[in-house]
């Protein structure tokens, strides 16, 4: 369960030291974007410091690094694979080879410090013009990959377009990253919304992104975090319709039916599927049935 990811720029310690306390699923050492050149080195200490000293319970753990055309990246695996971070974040991704460049690189890291191989996963930044229209590739280019994120700023940079709250700019990137993830069995995460003062603004954003189908969505303010954790959790009558319409196709086997109606309305197997993702957030969110 990713619902929010929230980026940490590796350069600063007190949100390093922090970063499990702030309500997110997932925190992201920044060692990219959020830190300058001349910092890049220090950074990576910090974060390396921040995964060997601090614990993060009930936290993912990803390291955002630096691209494979800079100087910085193997530098970056070699600092924190040895610390077992669960996720890699390359950036600027741009097709299939790039994974396999910095998977093998991951391998020879795992491998020195007696790690089993493949530990460590990856989740791809998307955020260019090429790397969206390879995004089926890099999704099914290794064994790490667990899902596709989406970097709206850059690649609207790269598009020579301005990134805007609406988003139409992004919404074919959207639609077809998610697309791709699916199509290889994997999620796909949406673009920080980039305003911090703009709540309402963020929860149109948010609710829109689901609507496409991500799963989850970057932040880059803890004041955002429960926002969009509400967003991409089930409400409470969501998991009571999934309750009642497990509960009906259960009636509907007992008399032979593979379809049958619930209030009205025709519950057959694309239905009862989705009944069965939201239950499955119920136990991940909940770790139980909540509601009966
Ligand atoms: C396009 C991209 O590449 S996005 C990914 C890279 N960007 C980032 O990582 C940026 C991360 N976010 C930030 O650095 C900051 O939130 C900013 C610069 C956007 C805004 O900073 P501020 O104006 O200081 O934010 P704000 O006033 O809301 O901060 C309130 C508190 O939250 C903390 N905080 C702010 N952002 C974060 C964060 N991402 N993680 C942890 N703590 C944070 C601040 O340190 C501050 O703590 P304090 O009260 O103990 O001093
Ligand atoms: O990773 C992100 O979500 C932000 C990012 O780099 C971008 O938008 O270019
Ligand atoms: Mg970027």
Redesign the pocket.
């Known amino acids: 369960m990713r619902r929010t990811m929230?980026?940490?720029?590796g350069n600063t310690p007190?949100?390093l030291i922090?970063?499990d306390t702030?309500g997110a699923d997932t925190i992201i050492f920044?060692l990219e974007?959020?830190v300058s050149p001349d910092e890049k080195d220090a950074a990576r200490i910090l974060v390396r410091n921040a995964l060997r000293y601090q614990s993060y319970p009930g936290c993912e753990t990803v390291v955002r690094i630096n691209p494979t055309d800079t100087a910085f990246w193997k530098e970056d695996l070699k600092a924190v694979i040895p610390l077992k971070p669960d996720v890699i974040m390359p950036t600027k991704v741009s097709g299939g080879d790039m994974i396999r460049e910095v998977s093998a690189c991951m391998a020879e890291v795992e491998r020195e410090n007696k790690i089993e191989e493949g530990t460590v996963k990856i989740l791809p930044l998307i955020e260019t013009a090429m790397g969206v229209e390879k995004a089926f590739d890099i999704a099914s280019a290794d064994a790490r990959v667990i899902g596709l994120f989406l970097?709206g700023?850059d690649f609207t940079a790269d598009l020579h377009c301005k990134r805007t709250k609406e988003g139409n700019e992004i919404f074919y990137a959207r639609t077809r990253l998610v697309c791709a993830a699916r199509a290889c069995g994997i999620e796909a995460y949406d673009t920080?919304f980039?305003d911090?003062e703009d709540m309402e603004g963020l929860e149109k954003d948010t609710e829109f992104a689901k609507s496409l189908g991500f799963a989850g969505k970057a932040v880059?303010?803890?004041?955002h975090v429960d926002i969009v954790n509400a967003v991409f959790s089930p409400t409470e009558a969501e998991i009571a319709y999934a309750h009642d319409v497990m509960d009906a196709i259960e009636e509907g086997k007992r008399q032979g039916k593979g379809v049958i109606s619930l209030r009205g309305k025709m519950i057959d197997a694309p239905i009862v599927k989705r009944a069965s993702q939201v239950l499955e957030m119920e136990k991940a969110i909940y770790g139980g049935a909540q509601y009966e």
């Open positions: 929230l980026f940490l720029p007190n949100m922090n970063g702030l920044d974007d959020a970097g700023e920080p980039t911090v880059i303010s803890p004041r």
